[in-house]
């Protein structure tokens, strides 16, 4: 076919299914990258330079991405409105790392679907994600911020592990603007989380409770199937008696 007779959201579709792997892991080389800037580690100055361009390059493709799922979109409005997250990371070039989730989520959306990873693999993989980028970022926001409390990186991925569980550490907690806002987005993930375990334990619940009831009727069916059976071959053995009773008695007769 014809790729102009396709209509937009076919478009899309082929779109998705030819780069969403290239962005997701694109998405997992920005994350090494990010996490190594944020932490400060040392390197010379010329793999300094190579991871820089590596980063703005990534960030260029990332904007490239997203002005195709734009255009190629039914409703490029609608589509800007459902994926803020997309827009802002790559218009706000310090909410870069948000891009990491959106693709993640897309990621494991994929093989969720192809059936290499099982839903409750995928919540734990998301969680383990949210709490090392929300901990990279806190880190980053916090680390050098006059009166901060996360001053060391392990201070920050014990936190983001308090805050995501929305247990909380009263000991640790955000004093710039861009900590508390990373805080805030990790408090509603984690309720979010919470919501998709307590769904996925009560739909484990029921299809236990489903099997077990069918387990129940089809031995009920079994067992009845198996009466009948019984039933049937006493009746013939009654008959086979009935008849040959009725054979002897016709025979002095004769």
Not at 34 to 45: E, G, R
Not at 62 to 75: C, H, S, T, W
Request: glycine share 8%; charged share 20%; proline share 3%.
């Amino acid at each position: 076919m014809d790729v102009r007779e396709l209509t937009h959201g076919q478009k899309y579709e082929a779109y998705e299914g030819r780069f969403d792997s290239l962005m997701l892991a694109l998405a997992a080389l920005f994350l090494v990258i990010w996490s190594f800037d944020s932490l400060d580690a040392s390197f010379s100055p010329g793999i300094d330079a190579a991871l820089r361009i590596a980063r703005i390059a990534i960030w260029i493709i990332f904007g490239i991405d997203l002005v195709a799922r734009i255009v190629l979109a039914k409703n490029s409005w609608r589509f800007i409105l459902k994926h803020p997250l997309d827009v802002l990371a790559v218009v706000i070039p310090p909410l870069r790392p948000l891009k990491i989730l959106t693709v993640f989520t897309t990621g494991t959306r994929m093989v969720t679907r192809a059936g290499l990873v099982k839903s409750g693999q995928a919540v734990v993989a998301s969680a383990a994600l949210l709490i090392w980028v929300g901990a990279v970022a806190e880190f980053n926001y916090e680390n050098d911020a006059a009166g901060a409390v996360i001053v060391h990186f392990k201070d920050a991925l014990w936190w983001s592990v308090t805050t995501i569980t929305t247990v909380g550490d009263g000991n640790f907690y955000p004093v710039t603007l861009g900590g508390r806002i990373v805080a805030s987005g990790l408090m509603f993930s984690g309720i979010a989380l919470l919501g998709v375990v307590t769904a996925s334990v009560a739909a484990w619940f029921v299809r236990l409770t489903s099997v077990e009831s069918e387990g129940k009727v089809l031995e009920a069916e079994r067992r009845q199937a198996t009466d009948e059976r019984r039933i049937a071959a006493r009746m013939d053995a009654l008959e086979a008696k009935i008849d040959r009773l009725l054979d002897r008695e016709e025979g002095p007769q004769r």
